[in-house]
């Protein structure tokens, strides 16, 4: 409890203050010609599974490397990995989200890879540009992305075959406009029994802000800070609509309101459609008798675009800076990106475009349906301040207008307000 | 005599250094490096630069921090009178001689046996629309008509009565049983003697009783002060602190400062302002008891 929090507080101190005398990072180092690299993971479930596949796929195919995969609690990693590393005992190898990095290499946690990748032979352009972009900071490589995840949308076979919206080709009927998606969802609530969510969305936090940020880049926003990441920059009338037109599906009805569990409303198969990141495919994939489709997000609004974030494989500042080990880490990175169909059976879209052209990954369903997404993905701006302005602005203002409790507008004269003050401290 | 004594005392050293050492580790040092941590730009990895006593005059001016102190505030308010006047009447019924008297105590006790997770995720799922328990009892009695739906977990005020009621369920037990113990340790002749006066319940409970209980009370209202101040993990699972922060209480704030936005130097200062509040209230219970004492 609080006590234990303090605690961790203190000896958190104190591990900083005694880290100087512990030198060895990690077991073994190139001797005998084996390397052996530490790698810290964050993923559980299907996601840790998978990643444990490929690490040992790895390790047999590369006699003289040896990958050691060490699973860590998603909540508490990037807290871990950033002591770890200040205080010279973090792994060689280590995942950070795209969004997550600038603030990495603020702290000093993540070293650029541009020379290693350079004698290791990573091309650099076999990745999606897009993602690839969103990992490069001041002009040098820190990381080697290995998918994205963007929000998409999925829905139910069944329901949607009931309310009459499902066409010839086994997708939606739905006119990608505003009012077109609307009047999908009015139909929806209409045709299917009053037990039916028409469109299955959490009402707090992270899938209702992506929704918001996809509509908001949609409208041509960009972003809620300036191009030299120090001011507040948040497109007012954009931010509005985008705000006003989720808020209207909320009042509407189409969203049950405080929906205990979305996931599992449409699980159960009592919601029409629902929109998440693309990693609840593999869930989906795994229900009994969930009969489902994924698409992307509709173009609700001018351009194509959503949300999404990126799994990247980083090489973490260590004391010894081995070339070696180096040299192997990288290798290992660009093979996991080159062999994404393992990755991808989670519901990832791989990050080399190669990948998606594999037979493998072509026999899997659903997923080259929103495949191409990872070009339209909208990125944060490689601000240090990312996760804050999401988890201590964004969220909590934009909940209040889900809730009804504020005005679109109001909403975002406060985050203009809550971005700056987070930039400024 | 003396080496006698001296050597009692290395004795006794010798038995509490195991304890001393752990204590002096991770707790005394701990402090002394707090302060430290108060005059510096201190992340989660490193020392960064000597800043004097600019965290101190930021906590000062601070709206959230003094918002989130006043949440605390809120909560102590809320969950101590309650909570006394509810072991104090736990502790009535349990005492009372019936067969159920063994049954009261355990069900009473059963709670605080819980971990603060188990006991807010229980609350959660009571009090959650569409499927909670609570809920769907009104729906049962119609005391909620059919389609609404009581939202506890996202409107301030009914978060507030869902945080309270679920503290006070999960920890009552403790003081339940102090009070117990106190009641069962009043004379019997005292009540004898009452009932040939012929005084009535009323009078019985609130002049002999509650009287007689009176030191186990403060020292339970003292103890239960501190701890409500230091409330985190319940708030945390059941709101998040939400909605809009008007839940948060400080330790939250502590902890987000330290560990979200990697500021340790000033969650260490905000710890210490709320050390030094915690201080001066226990001082001021020390004072209140001991004029009391004299008075007696």
Known sequence: MTVAALLMAFSLALSACGGGSGGESSSGSADGGKVSLSFWTLFDGGDGANMQALVDEFNKTHPDIEVKNTKLVWAEYYTKLITAVGNGNGPDIGISHTSRLPDLINQGVVTDLDAVAETAGVDWSSFNQNLLDATVVDGKHYAVPIDTHPFIMYYNVKLLKEAGLLGEDGKPVMEQSAEGFVDFLQTLKEKLPAKVTPFALSNTNDDPYRLWWSLYSQLGGNDLISDDLTTAQIDTDKGVEAADYIQKLFKAGYIKKNDPDFYKNFQSGTAAIMMTGVWATGTWESTKDLEFGAMPIPKIFDQEATWGDSHTIILPTTQKDDEAKREAAITFANWVADNGQVWAKAGHIPSKPSVLEKPEFKEMPYRSDYASVASTVKFNKPSVKTAQIRDNVSFKILNEVWADKMTPAAAMENMQKGVQKTLDE | ?296
């Open chain 2, 1 to 296: 005599m003396k080496i006698k004594k001296i050597r009692a005392d290395a004795q006794a050293l010798l038995f509490l250094l195991p304890f001393l050492l752990v204590y002096g580790l991770f707790t005394v040092w701990p402090m002394i490096k707090g302060v430290e941590m108060t005059f510096y730009k201190w992340t989660l990895i490193k020392k960064m630069d000597f800043i004097g006593l600019d965290h101190y005059r930021q906590v000062l001016r601070d709206r959230e921090v003094w918002e989130a102190l006043w949440h605390s505030a809120i909560f102590v308010v809320l969950t101590t009178p309650t909570m006394v006047a509810l072991s104090i009447s736990l502790a009535l019924i349990a005492n009372r001689k019936s067969l159920l008297q063994k049954f009261y105590r355990s069900l009473f006790f059963i709670p605080s046996v819980l971990s603060v997770a188990v006991a807010s995720y229980l609350g959660l799922f009571v009090f959650q629309p569409y499927t909670g328990l609570v809920n769907s009892i009104l729906h049962l009695v119609r005391l909620l008509p059919e389609g609404a739906e009581i939202f506890w977990l996202t409107e301030k005020s009914l978060a507030w009565i869902v945080i309270t009621l679920v503290t006070l369920w999960w920890t009552v037990g403790f003081n339940f049983i102090l009070h117990l113990s106190a009641i069962q340790e009043i004379p019997d002749e005292i009540y004898e003697a009452a009932r040939l006066d012929g005084a009535s319940d009323n009078q019985i409970f609130w002049k002999i009783t509650l009287p007689y209980l009176a030191p186990i009370t403060r020292i339970i209202t003292m103890l239960q002060i501190i701890a409500s101040f230091k409330v985190f993990m319940q708030i945390y699972i059941i709101t998040g602190g939400g909605p809009l922060d008007q839940t948060r209480p400080i330790i939250q704030l502590i902890y987000e400062t330290g560990f979200r936005k990697n500021d340790l130097g000033y969650a260490a200062t905000m710890s210490y302002l709320l050390f030094v509040i915690l201080l001066v209230l226990s001082a001021l219970q020390y004072w209140m008891n001991n004029r009391k004492g004299a008075g007696m």
